[in-house]
């Protein structure tokens, strides 16, 4: 048996590995659960809730890209309350840590989703700071540090004893300054970096191939980006992070740990190969070993840069 | 449970312009995942092509030593392209069976409406119910004509229509569903698989004659298994369903046709 210890601890919770599938490409663990045990996952993020059910946008929804692939699903889900009911019960029962994923419409939503999930026994709420404000015009809350923190506040006010992650738009100029700002109003963990704006247009009917013209962008290609938000975040506050963007196996894996990351996410890839997250596992213990890596966490921020 | 095979490919014939008829050994991918004729395999196509292709199965048996399955496809981008690609004796990573395919009794009698290339999934129907199908296949031209000997030996009846009149009737799909239909109503079901305005016009022409219809959808896919949520059409009630894991086919009567 290997002797690296790939267990992280990401906002005062225990993972036995630092690999996470991300919000949005994992559902609520049913489909892929099919193709491997959910139990060797270091956690998962289940696909993201708002307060009601959301019947997401038109088709199509997806687009490829080189080497990516766009998105505009636009958060179909059934509700927070239907997942506390349906699907929950089934996953507190693993061994696995599943991290809730919220979105909210104002301040409060978000507020009251943490307190339910919260009250529910949920060990850890992500929540997603991409939404648009409404009464901001629009803008998404975490485009600006005075409505991430907000938000943040409000999520934290409600959370109970339950640690917030607050997971961030790469679409801003300056990431490092929304960081701190969350970080100032509580955040217990960071996530990023969510995808990029993106688009692609037929070149046929001279239509964008997404019905919502635009969408989000993931998949290997946005990696050097998350790499380098992950390190500036890192850089930037003393909260552990859970990277994510393009990680595809055990080196990318290892880059975004280097980068700053104390667990890693994966989404895109797993469409590409379903065993994706668990030969990262896998392979990230042989890297280690390999490498006279005794504990996964001594690699957190290990960059060194020029 | 799907599974995840890598497939050797025993034979690749070309069927058409730019069409290709597959036939891959697929470990016991069969024997464990089928379910019905009209379900789909996904079939990774190379770097940098992230996500999959979605390809309807044509026909699939269990055997000894390895299940076989034939898929058909048109090189319609890249992704196809690279598929097309391929040489006998490559190996082809696939998930499979996915999605639900086409609700059928053995015993049951089927008109199958085929268009183009949603013509290949039907095979497996009218293999299914023995010889008792009725088959109205459409497609642009004679020259893009396909499987036609493989249906002529597994139907009762083939009707065919062109675009253009090139090969049996000038027409659409719908009008000769529509013809059988006025003389022959006994049927379990239309069984339609193709571009989505002939569904239309075939879920159009069931509804007139009041004959239970059931379509296999298309839609731009990425996870295939029903995670992402990306393949979705909208139900005439106002609800999202997924191409891959509520389908691929799904009843006329639920689709909403206006979108």
């Not at chain 1, 055990?250 to 890839?269: D, F, I, Q, R, Y």
């Not at chain 1, 065993?275 to 280690?288: F, Y």
């Not at chain 2, 493989?150 to 009846?157: L, Q, R, T, V, Y």
Request: glycine content about 12%; proline content about 6%.
């Amino acid at each position: 048996m290997s002797e690296v210890d790939l267990s992280v601890t990401l906002a005062g919770v225990r993972l036995k590995n630092p690999i996470v599938p991300v919000s949005g490409t994992f559902g609520f663990g049913r489909e892929y659960g099919q193709y491997f045990d959910l139990e060797r996952l270091g956690g998962m993020c289940v696909k993201g809730l708002t307060l009601h059910p959301r019947n997401g946008n038109p088709p199509p929804r997806v687009a490829e890209t080189p080497m990516g692939m766009l998105n505009s699903v636009g958060l179909q889900n059934p509700g927070v309350e239907a997942f506390l009911a349906q699907e929950w019960p089934r996953l507190r029962e693993l061994d696995t840590v599943t991290i809730a994923n919220i979105s909210g419409n104002t301040p409060a939503e978000y507020g009251q989703m943490c307190e339910m999930l919260s009250a529910a026994g949920v060990p850890l709420i992500e929540v997603n700071v991409s939404c648009p404000n409404v009464k901001a015009g629009g803008l998404a809350y975490g485009t600006r540090p005075d409505l991430a923190a907000e938000v943040t506040r409000e999520a934290k006010a409600h959370a109970g004893r339950t640690p917030v992650m607050v997971k961030l738009s790469p679409n801003v100029t300056d990431i490092a300054g929304i960081a701190r700002a969350v970080a100032d109003a509580g955040a217990d963990a960071i996530s990023l970096i969510n995808t990029l704006r993106g688009m692609r247009i037929d070149t046929e009917t001279r239509r964008p191939i997404l019905r919502m013209n635009t969408g989000g962008l993931s998949g290997p290609a946005v990696l050097p980006v998350a790499l380098r938000m992950v390190w500036e975040v890192h850089s930037a506050v003393d909260l552990p992070i859970l990277g994510m963007g393009g990680v595809s196996d055990a080196l990318t894996a290892v880059e975004m740990l280097l980068a700053g990351a104390t667990a890693v996410g994966m989404g895109s890839a797993i469409f590409a190969d379903p065993m994706a997250p668990v030969k990262t596992i896998q392979g990230l213990e042989d890297w280690c070993a390999e490498h006279g890596v005794s504990a996964v966490r001594e690699l957190t921020g290990g960059v060194r840069p020029w | 449970m799907p599974v995840q095979q890598s497939c050797k490919l025993v034979s690749k014939v070309p069927v058409g312009p730019g069409a290709w008829q597959f036939v891959l050994e697929a470990g016991e991918m069969v024997d464990k995942t089928f379910r019905a004729p009209g379900q789909f395999v996904h079939i990774r196509c190379g770097e940098p092509r992230l996500l999959r292709r979605p390809i309807s199965v044509c026909a699939c048996q269990s055997d000894v030593p390895e299940d076989l399955l034939s898929v058909v496809f048109e090189v319609r981008g890249q992704g196809t392209a690279w598929l097309a690609e391929r040489e006998e004796g490559d190996s082809l990573d696939v998930l499979g069976l996915l999605g639900n395919g086409f609700q059928m009794e053995r015993e049951g009698r089927y008109l199958l409406a085929g268009g183009g290339i949603g013509v290949p999934p039907l095979y497996g129907c009218a293999q299914f119910c023995g010889g008792r199908a009725v088959a109205v296949l459409g497609f642009r031209s004679a020259q893009r004509a396909i499987l036609l000997e493989p249906f002529g030996k597994a139907c009762e009846d083939v009707r065919l229509y062109t675009d253009d009149g090139s090969l049996g009737a000038t027409g659409f799909v719908a009008d000769g569903v529509r013809a059988v239909l006025d003389k022959d109503k006994n049927f379990t079901a239309i069984l339609a698989c193709g571009p989505k305005p002939m569904l239309r016009g075939v879920a159009a022409a069931a509804g007139e004659y009041g004959v239970p219809c059931q379509v296999s959808m298309e839609e731009r896919m990425a996870c295939g298994v029903g995670a992402c949520l990306g393949c979705a059409i909208q139900m005439a009630d106002g609800t999202m369903r997924h191409v891959c894991k509520d389908g691929p086919v799904f009843d006329a009567q639920e689709v909403d046709w206006n979108v």
